[in-house]
């Protein structure tokens, strides 16, 4: 690619571009800066078909604004000859935003910068909290952590998001019933504004885990995604099109409270589990196991030697992947529970794909097969299903996204990009 | 209102507009005739925002394409003094459109013009086919007793749209699946298309109805609307903002098929009917009324001395209102069995509105008052539940509206309106 002048020499006139027009100028040479290398005006020119001089004075003002900073030439290592051409990267180290995962047992705090690029992971533990005071003191000390282990003022963070269990009111953020957690109906975008002096959102954990699968996963082209969250509690998230699917009261995807038998109702029980959840949530998984052990006699496998409250689901997947026959016939049972549960919503949405994560992710290809097996008779058109390779971090990642979204929205100078 | 000058007096240049301004500002002139008395060009103009001329122009090319009709001055009833201005109105009789809703007992055929005013309904008997070849005839049949009835020659009808129950590929036009109807896995629109020189679009019945209750019913505000077609099969439309939700393989809303109890299936049983219908559906509702009646012993109501056939649910339905105990006893057994497979749809897509349909919409309060106490334990969030007031002209309304869309699309010089 040859060189191109420093300075503009076009004739093409710029400055009275309106401040709309200036707006998507600037969206589309960041657009274009971003996930690239350092580029030339020229390149940037060409790669938005927007004139020279045009493009000069959009890096300008990004400059000023921060967004953008001048690499050195040569450090891009062409070879030029000639005057060396101004070569501009993204800065995405402009500012940072935090996406945190709100769970019973643990907080998962994610910090990445404005590319979308993880700084730093940390893993609070949550389990002790007996009160909302109590979780948001461990979310607040575990963010705390997060930033010091990336280095990160508090003051560069541009946007915060959150993922909790429950329903929650959008836009403004609040919990308004989450049965899985002791005393966890506040404020909590309000609360999580005190810690942090930028937006911050809340958000429905299964929610935020369907937008990291269609960023990062395997949604990326399908129209119609449920994201089903299954560990110790099962909710679903659903995005249509490139729309959450939220619905009236924010209640879409609760499925962890289907009453599917006769009698049974959607009340949460003690622990704030519903019925769903009750029957196929990873408590129920190892009971299953623990039984169906037992009652093969024989040679028994150490999961069912532990303590009740030792034996989880991961020993069930990870027996069964041995070939444990007792783990095999508990998945194949839990299966055909979940399968009475996954039909309606297949008859409901009928999806482009079901994508099933959390702890039940890591189940393998037995469950995954099991329920394939199981839910076929139950439907009328054969649904795609598959296991979340985002771990235990969808939801974590999701908020990412979120943030991300929104920081784009305060600080680039224009619409925001996608 | 000062009477406008009949010619264009005024300095402002509209000959240069492009193609796509040109259909911009004939769609904002359209749009302001359709649903308004004649107007003048001096209306128009204050209307659309368009200058006087720019109209005179649109109006002439829209007069050329018989889409507008000069009135005579007075006809309007105005008095004026000087010279009258001239008068348009939007020709909704420059072309109709046909909506068929096809059922298993009889087809029901409106004719309507593009300003969707009906002009002829006619009920077909389908009952007696027993292949697609009977059920196409009498389609046929019940289509040119509808335009002989509205007096319409086929050269004037600009678009078609039929609903049939089943899984229709869209927009193909092709039943893929219906269990319902004997032998109708047919090429269905190109099968009208022979009847029709004018595009055909054939949709899933509840999606049409779906679209109905958006355009003349209850559901004209809400974002996420299901509607629940509900007579002797059981199926539903999913409308969420101003989309139809189809689904990956247009299956979704198919609850008719919920195999709600541990062991049962999705498979249909030799009726076409699959486990929900069975439960729910019209022939179920006669007999657990019948089983009632029977419990009860005592004062019989009429409806449990008739053959089996005869008792139909809307006998049921009646000696409810009537206040009959077996009837209503029967009603709260079918609500508890409808809500169990409501509840799902609730959880999964939580609507603003679920709108019942078909021939249990004549149900009344019972059955409405029955199923909100019965779904209220099985749900997070409280739904709105309504019986549609378009009793079983749903379907074929929702086709018109299909319809009219297409004719829209083909006939008017600009962007399809709204």
Known sequence: MPAAPGGGGSATPAHGAPPLLRQINSAHVLAALRGAGPLSLSDLAARTGLSRPTVGQV????????????????????????????????????????????????????????????????????????SSADLLAALRTAATSALGRAGIRRADVASVAAGTPGLVDWPRGAVVLAPQLPGWK??????????????????????????????????????????????????????????????????????????????????????????????VGAEAIAEVARAAARRRGGALPSFIDAAPGAVTAEAVFAAAARGDAAAVEALRTIAARFSRGLAPVLLVLDPDLVVIGASVSRAGATLLEAIEASVAPLTLVRPRLALSRLGDEAVTLGAVELALAEAERRLLPGPALA
């Open 186 to 279: 506040i404020e909590l975008a309000r609360e999580l504004r005190r810690s942090f002096r930028c937006p911050v959102q809340v958000e429905n954990d299964a929610n935020l885990a369907v937008l990291a699968e269609r960023r990062h996963g395997l949604a990326r082209d399908a129209h119609t995604v449920v994201f089903i969250l299954w560990g110790e509690r099962v909710g679903a998230g659903v995005l249509i099109g490139d729309q959450l699917h939220r619905g009236a009261a924010n209640a879409a995807g609760e499925i962890g409270f289907l009453a599917l038998d006769e009698g049974t109702t959607a009340q949460p029980d003690e622990a704030g589990r519903g019925p769903f959840e009750r029957l």
């Open 59 to 130: 890096v300008d003002q990004l400059h000023a604004g921060g967004l953008v900073a001048d690499v050195e030439p040569g450090h891009d290592g062409a070879v030029r000859s000639g005057r060396p051409a101004r070569l501009v990267r993204f800065r995405s180290e402009a500012a940072y935003v935090v996406g945190i995962d709100i769970g019973r047992n643990q907080a998962l705090v994610t910090v990445a910068d404005l590319a979308g690029t993880i700084v730093a992971q940390h893993r609070g533990v949550t389990s002790g909290a007996s």
